[in-house]
């Protein structure tokens, strides 16, 4: 992890871009309410993608894994990310639901949401966020099966017009016992109701 004058003097750094990119726009970055945004836009940007700086997942994992006797399937749903298209570099945001098969071992609720964290917060597509999330939780529970859905919006789409503005897109990725329809199906139907 970096100390805090590395981190202040990336961030300086980040903000000496940011201005370049403003005037750059067409604005005057000496008008009074640009005079910190570049600042904070670093400072905005450097936070959340901090999932390149702390914890790995499997670090995160380890410090809350208990054991469980129930074979049935555990559900965490509509843990709440905000990411970033690498792309573009525009906001993509929504819900990821986890669900797995114990094999012995459980993990703690709120480790799963730091795990998300890891992987959203940092230059992302959806399609990796979803399977990087799913093989974390495959390797630090040794499940018999994970399988994580992902609902998100994509301002790179919408703000360019790409897509419609309610429109979600979905992504999904599974392990083991989830290779089985019926237990995706059961998946899905337990995590559709209310
Ligand atoms: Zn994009």
């Not at 905005?44 to 994992?61: F, P, Q, W």
């Not at 129930?70 to 970033?84: A, Q, W």
């Amino acid at each position: 992890m970096n100390n805090i004058k590395d981190t202040n003097e990336t961030v300086e750094k980040i903000a000496a871009h940011f201005e370049e990119i403003i005037k750059l726009l067409g604005e005057d970055t000496q008008r009074e309410g640009l005079l910190k945004t570049p600042i904070r836009a670093a400072k905005a940007l450097y936070k959340s993608t901090k999932g390149y700086r702390g914890e790995d997942a499997l670090t995160i994992a380890q410090k809350a894994i208990f054991e469980h006797a129930g074979s049935n399937m555990i559900i965490v749903k509509d843990i709440e990310f905000y990411s970033f298209c690498e792309h573009h570099i525009l906001p993509f945001f929504g819900r990821v639901s986890i669900g797995y098969i114990p094999n012995g071992k459980m993990i703690g609720l709120s480790k799963l949401a730091r795990i998300v964290n890891v992987f959203a917060q940092r230059l992302q597509v959806q399609e990796r966020l979803t399977a990087e999330v799913c093989q974390a939780v495959a390797k630090s529970l040794d499940a018999k099966g994970v399988i994580v859905a992902c609902n998100a919006q994509h301002l790179c789409m919408k703000m360019r017009g790409v897509e419609k503005p309610h429109s979600l897109t979905t992504t999904s990725d599974f392990t083991g016992a989830f290779n089985r329809p019926e237990t995706r199906e059961e998946f899905m139907n337990l995590i559709r109701r209310g």
